[in-house]
T-cell receptor, first 112, second 113 residues
Framework: DVKVTQSSRYLVKRTGEKVFLECVQDMDHENMFWYRQDPGLGLRLIYFSYDVKMKEKGDIPEGYSVSREKKERFSLILESASTNQTSMYLC???????????FGPGTRLTVT | QKEVEQDPGPLSVPEGAIVSLNCTYSNSAFQYFMWYRQYSRKGPELLMYTYSSGNKEDGRFTAQVDKSSKYISLFIRDSQPSDSATYLCAMSGYNTNAGKSTFGDGTTLTVKP
């Protein structure tokens, strides 16, 4: 079974803090994704990566950066957290040969 | 206008009912069609995957794709309370960078015992 894990299920941070969200997949997938999910707005793509050290902006990259130093790990960084970044953050991965994505359990981030 | 529009719901049905969940799309380049199920406070999990037009059946679930109408559906037969979840449709094109998927906003289904 494909396993995608995220470092925290729940996280509370203060405005202005630097926040790191970690995602690890154990199936040697080439592609990894970060989304945020908000009521009424659906899943929105923040960043994705198709190879180690490669990254591309998704639909809402502002206020975020990412890092992929190893194939299995994809990190999302909130440089200076703001209250409008309170959300559910979902990581996903996908091997090159298929289109379906495998999601982690999500991190519910609250910025106060 | 969004590339993928999903019937918003919420949907509430009695146990045993047939459920129809629907999405329309505007991008004719979409070739891959997926349905994900997301339980409360969990990540989405792949339920069904279809390539191009046609039907695909898996137990009580049937996915239907009509590319001429740009319309996809997920049917659930003999619905169960355990089917209560949010269902997301997703689509991807053949040459889409990194195989990005475009997701619908989701339909929340409640099946009452």
């Amino acid at each position: 079974d494909v396993k995608v894990t995220q470092s925290s299920r729940y996280l509370v941070k203060r405005t202005g803090e630097k926040v790191f969200l970690e995602c690890v997949q154990d199936m040697d997938h080439e592609n990894m994704f970060w989304y945020r999910q908000d009521p009424g707005l659906g899943l929105r793509l923040i960043y994705f990566s198709y190879d180690v050290k490669m990254k591309e902006k998704g639909d809402i990259p502002e206020g975020y950066s990412v890092s992929r130093e190893k194939k299995e790990r994809f990190s999302l960084i909130l440089e200076s957290a703001s209250t409008n970044q309170t959300s559910m953050y979902l990581c996903a991965s996908r091997p090159d040969r298929v289109r379906e994505q495998y999601f982690g359990p999500g991190t519910r981030l609250t910025v106060t | 206008q969004k590339e993928v529009e999903q019937d918003p719901g919420p949907l509430s049905v009695p146990e045993g009912a047939i459920v129809s969940l629907n999405c329309t799309y505007s991008n004719s380049a979409f070739q891959y069609f997926m349905w994900y199920r997301q339980y409360s406070r969990k990540g989405p999990e792949l339920l069904m995957y279809t390539y191009s037009s046609g039907n695909k059946e898996d137990g009580r679930f049937t996915a239907q794709v009509d590319k001429s109408s740009k319309y996809i559906s997920l049917f659930i037969r003999d619905s169960q309370p355990s089917d209560s979840a949010t269902y997301l449709c997703a689509m991807s094109g053949y040459n889409t960078n990194a195989g990005k998927s475009t997701f619908g906003d989701g339909t929340t289904l409640t099946v009452k015992p």
